[in-house]
């Protein structure tokens, strides 16, 4: 079975560069342009990681993050923040909020499925 | 004696001034001024006549003067002492008065002194209270206009965060779809679009640079810029950076050479930081040395690690070596109008190496080469 991965980011067209990368790797990518739906998608969908814009319209990746955590059934998700945001601090809150890791954007294409790939063999080793 | 002068048989005699007084009047006599100042009293007689009796007087004054219990002394004596606090004399009285009027000429001199002197120094009093206010009020004026100094400070700093984070979010699709496109994931591609393609990545990877280098100035100048210290092995950031700059000095036909010496060992430092330091100055000697080699040479002096690049490139006008640290600046020469940078580089490196208890120096020869010099402190230096 593929990998379900899904992807919370606002920006249609970041959005459609990770699904094009990923689904191009042979990833199943879903999509939500905004946090509630991306709560809602990684619940009935149950992903094996989600990745996460933290500027998102209304409810912001910080508030999703935490959200998230507060399901057991999606304790064992990595949480991975895809972000341009990089003051001193950032790394450190969207973590502290409940992130599993950090992805600075501009994302690398060349790297980037890579570092998805890490993120996730990670996960599944904690889990067996 | 007064009877006699008043029977007419002397004509006058001397006598004390009170006692004659007293007397005078009893005996209906006139009295004449006292001389008490030393006049020649003579005795007179006819020319010629009595010569014996003056000779005789002579004498007997003569003999007087020699002995000092004489009648002559004890007479003289006793007017004298008599005399003398009743009569004072008027040379005395004109400089007594003279020295009198001189006394209360310059005691009402001092006086009004006194009073100029009064008013002068209440008048500085309050000059003095007068600069003290103005300069509390100018010490207020100050802090305020620091504290809004400081304040529009950290607003350009946070703008120009938010600008940096604002820029990075559509190129990032730009360098995304740029990688994808020249890895053929979307279809394949011909030479000349290859060719464009490159383009675009080349100059949205310098955008990138120069937004991570504004993001950096600005997170170091907000003092948002936290570092991470570790201990690592110094040799290890060196052989890496080289390996990393390798490709771009053989595509300019540069030797890269590295000397690391013996006594190089572990680092505390953040060596993200350091590397991009370091990285920075490899970088630009590559960039501005055209034939020859660049040099990075490593080692120790006592408590502190000595990393030097050393190129033979086409160095620094004197003129230009003060500007060199300053944000923005490129020095302006022919040459260097073909080289990419952000001309953000050496004030970071100056800024980050500050941060790292380390310091930077140049020398350089215009046409000759350039020879940067980085010390940094073997460990963490606690700041007191």
């Given at each position: 079975m593929t990998d379900r991965i899904l992807i919370i980011e606002d920006n249609a067209q970041n959005m459609y560069l990770m699904k094009f990368l990923l689904g191009k790797s042979g990833f199943d990518v879903v999509g939500a342009d905004n946090g509630r739906s991306g709560i809602e998608m990684a619940l009935t969908l149950?992903?094996?990681?989600v990745l996460l814009d933290?500027?998102?319209?209304?409810?912001?990746g910080y508030a999703v993050a935490a959200e998230l955590r507060r399901h057991p059934e999606l304790a064992h998700v990595p949480i991975v923040a895809v972000t341009s945001?990089?003051?001193?601090?950032d790394r450190e809150s969207i973590m502290a909020a409940g992130a599993t890791g950090y992805i600075e954007k501009p994302i690398n294409p060349d790297t980037f499925v890579e570092e998805v790939g890490c993120y996730l063999h990670a996960a599944e080793n904690r889990g067996e | 004696m007064f009877r006699q002068i008043a029977d007419g048989k002397v004509d006058a005699g001397v006598t004390n001034q009170f006692f004659g007084a007293v007397n005078a009047r009893r005996y209906n006599l006139m009295d004449t001024a006292v001389v008490f100042e030393p006049s020649s009293l003579f005795f007179a007689t006819r020319k010629g006549k009595n010569r014996h009796i003056l000779v005789a007087i002579d004498r007997h004054l003569h003999d007087l003067k020699k002995n000092a219990d004489s009648i002559y002394y004890r007479t003289r004596k006793k007017w004298t002492s008599e005399e003398l606090p009743f009569r004072i004399p008027t040379w005395f009285i004109a400089i007594a008065s003279g020295i009198f009027v001189v006394l209360l000429v310059s005691a009402g001199g001092s006086l009004l002194l006194k009073r100029q002197v009064n008013a002068r120094t209440f008048e500085l009093r309050q000059i003095n209270a007068e600069m003290e206010q103005r300069i509390l009020a100018r010490t207020a004026e100050l802090a305020d206009a620091t504290e809004k100094a400081r304040a529009a400070d950290q607003v350009k700093s946070a703008f120009l965060a938010t600008m940096s984070h604002e820029l990075r979010t559509p190129l990032n699709s730009i360098i995304g779809f740029t990688g994808i496109l020249l890895q053929g994931l979307a279809g394949p591609l011909n030479d000349e679009q290859r060719k464009q393609l490159e383009m675009v990545q080349s100059s949205s990877r310098h955008l990138l640079l120069l937004i991570n280098d504004v993001l950096d100035i600005s997170k170091i100048e907000a003092g948002q810029l936290q570092l991470s210290w570790s201990t690592f092995r110094l040799r290890d950031s060196i052989e890496q950076i080289t390996k990393s700059m390798l490709p771009l000095a053989q595509k300019g036909n540069l030797a890269l050479v590295v000397d690391i010496s013996e006594d190089v060992g572990d680092i505390e430092s953040d060596r993200r930081r350091l590397e991009q330091v370091i990285l920075n100055l490899v970088n630009n000697a590559v960039k501005f040395t055209e034939h020859g080699q660049v040099r990075i040479c490593v080692h120790r002096e006592s408590d502190e690690y000595v990393i030097r690049v050393i190129d033979t490139g086409i160095g620094i006008r004197p003129e230009d070596v003060p500007q060199l640290f300053t944000p923005f600046h490129q020095i302006d020469s022919g040459i260097t109008r073909k080289r990419e940078g952000t001309g953000l580089g050496l004030s970071i490196c100056l800024k980050v190496l500050d941060m790292l208890g380390g310091t930077i120096h140049v020398d350089t020869e215009w046409g000759r080469g350039s020879t940067f010099t980085v010390r940094i402190p073997e460990q963490r230096r606690t700041q007191s």
């Open positions: 149950r992903p094996a990681i933290i500027q998102l319209p209304g409810m912001d945001y990089a003051m001193a601090g | -």
